[in-house]
């Protein structure tokens, strides 16, 4: 059995956005373990980079996750079936 095709769909673009995501962050990890003077560099207003990459790490989590909110695709919906139990049940409803 495959999977539907808007599942591959959702599924890409959930990677992609989490490997943009992961690469960010790997900066952030790797800045702060072997490069801890550059995180205290100050370049706005006496909040090191450390500071100021941490919250934008947070607002990127936010902005990625509406892009997959609105760019996602919805799976098709399937026209209700014309059962004949359920022609039944509404004429003795009637």
């Known amino acids: ?9 959702n599924s890409r673009l959930g990677i992609q956005l989490f490997l943009i995501y992961a690469v960010f962050y790997l900066g952030f990890v790797l800045v702060n373990a072997f490069a801890a003077s550059w995180a205290e560099w100050e370049p706005i207003a006496g909040l090191n980079l450390a500071i100021l990459w941490g919250f934008s790490l947070i607002a990127l989590a936010l902005i990625l996750a509406l892009i ?3 760019v996602c695709v919805n799976a098709p919906t399937t026209p209700p079936s014309n059962d004949a ?3 039944g049940k509404e004429e003795s409803n009637s």
């Open 68 to 70: 997959y909110g609105t």
């Open 85 to 87: 139990s359920l022609a």
């Open 1 to 9: 059995m495959s999977k539907p095709i808007t599942q591959d769909i």
